[in-house]
């Protein structure tokens, strides 16, 4: 199985909302990314776990979450959002840090905040 | 400042006509160039990893080259499933886990 899953594929939520996006790879992959992509922009990097730990949080605002309960899972908790939040989020994991081997990435969850 | 452009932004070729495109990074020290390939509405594809000056590596019609400033991914005799964004990384030198990307060639092969 060399598959990233992202769900939900597609998420409206409100401003008020709290939702959360979920990731699960079983791979035996020990780091994995969250990543905001804006429509015809690259991908930007926001948190990094590794070995489950976090080991980068790119500055991202409060109202974005992380939780990696175990090796497979990571979760991203949605709180109080923008509608300028909304974008692709995708996933990715590699075998160790550094994404120096080959990293897989999900298919993304399409978000829109209203 | 670490930066990654990539030139063109955007190429149209006819089915079998070759081609390049270019990623140009400043980084100091660089620890890994990435190409990843994505589709619209889809998470980007790996493709390569080079590490040092002088390294290629190919795949299919697809082959990826390095210099000390610069990769190339050359695209031999492209069909029309190759149309896509391609994407270049680079491993941030001041961070392990840090992956700057570029900004990525629309590639659209036409029939």
Redo the contacts between chains.
Sequence with gaps: DTE?TQTPKHLVMGMTNKKSLKCEQHMGHR?MYWYKQKAK?????MF?Y?YEKL??N?SVPSRFSPECPNSSLLNLHLHALQPEDSA?Y?C?SSQD????????????T?LTVV | EDQVTQSPEALRLQEGESSSLNCSYTVSGL??L?W?RQDP??????LF?LYSAGEEKEKERLKATLTKKESFLHITAPKPEDSATY?C?V?APT?????I????TSLSVIP
């Design positions: 990233v780091a922009k690259p991908p930007e990097l990094v590794s080991s980068i790119e692709l995708l990715a840090r550094g994404m120096n081997t080959e990293a897989f990435f999900g298919q993304g399409r | 620890r890994g990435f990843y509405g889809k998470g980007p594809e790996f990893t994407l990384a491993q961070s392990y886990d840090k992956v990307f570029g900004p990525g």
